[in-house]
């Protein structure tokens, strides 16, 4: 019955700026872990960002001070700020949802504790 569903993903130029949005229902998003991951061609999922129920945030070393994740509890959504784009980040996005005792979990990277995903959506960032 939860869905995620992303938008936002598009392409930009490096040093741009994109927001990426994650639409969560059939349930109340104040509750849950919530995160964002990126996979690019070829390479590992990795964790990008994650945000718990009380606020707290935490960001993967490649991201820090670039990205800032958020959440509207109110309307039910997740978002993703992306700053300073590099190529590197150019990869498909997803939110994911789950216990909010993941958000405490150094293993939350993987994403294996998330029981809930979104389908993705693309981001690309030309040099």
């Known amino acids: 019955q939860v869905q995620l569903v992303e938008s936002g993903g598009g392409s930009v130029q490096a040093g741009g700026s994109l927001r990426v949005s994650c639409a969560f229902s059939?349930?109340?998003?104040?509750?849950?872990?919530m995160a964002w991951f990126r996979q690019a061609p070829g390479k590992e999922r990795e964790g990008v960002a994650l945000?718990?129920?009380?606020?707290?945030?935490a960001y993967a070393d490649s991201v820090k001070g670039r990205f800032t994740i958020s959440r509207d509890n109110a309307k039910n959504f997740l978002y993703l700020q992306m700053n300073s784009l590099k190529p590197e980040d150019t990869a498909m996005y997803y939110c994911?949802?789950?216990?909010?005792?993941?958000?405490?979990?150094?293993?939350?990277?993987?994403?294996?504790?998330?029981?809930?995903w979104g389908q993705g959506t693309q981001v690309t960032v030309a040099a």
């Open positions: 945000i718990a129920s009380n606020g707290g945030t």
């Open positions: 059939g349930d109340t998003i104040s509750s849950y872990c």
């Open positions: 994911a949802g789950g216990r909010d005792s993941v958000c405490y979990s150094s293993s939350w990277r993987w994403g294996r504790s998330f029981g809930y």
